[in-house]
């Protein structure tokens, strides 16, 4: 079992910045594919930025070029750095990791950008 625990949501202005964490219960090397998804309201979750075991990472074209996906393994955290946010960027934004073919997922963190 694999606990996914977010934070780092919040009201920010168009233009500005937040980074999300995410910290996982146990050690991110036992981990496969992890990433970020939002939904908003009336829409289909989404896909935002993934990160494979090797590093690889693949964003919504919608986001490239200003969020950035990275992990810290001593902290067993993923993070999602978040800059020149626009309203449309606004929604519940969801940790996800995959292990042993099992999808987890946190319990969200809302992101709010005002125009």
């Known amino acids: 079992q694999v606990q996914l625990v977010e934070s780092g949501g919040g009201l920010v202005q168009a233009g500005g910045s937040l980074r999300l964490s995410c910290v996982a219960s146990?050690?991110?090397?036992?981990?496969?594919?992890m990433g970020w998804y939002r939904q908003a309201p009336g829409k289909e979750r989404e896909l935002v930025a993934v990160i494979t075991s090797g590093a690889s990472t693949r964003y919504a074209d919608s986001v490239k070029g200003r969020f950035t996906i990275f992990r810290v393994f001593a902290q067993r955290t993923l993070y999602l750095q978040m800059n020149s946010l626009k309203p449309e960027d606004t929604a519940v934004y969801y940790c996800n990791a995959l292990s042993q073919a099992v999808n987890y997922w946190g319990q969200g963190t809302q992101v709010t950008v005002s125009s």
């Open positions: 146990v050690s991110l090397f036992t981990l496969n594919t």
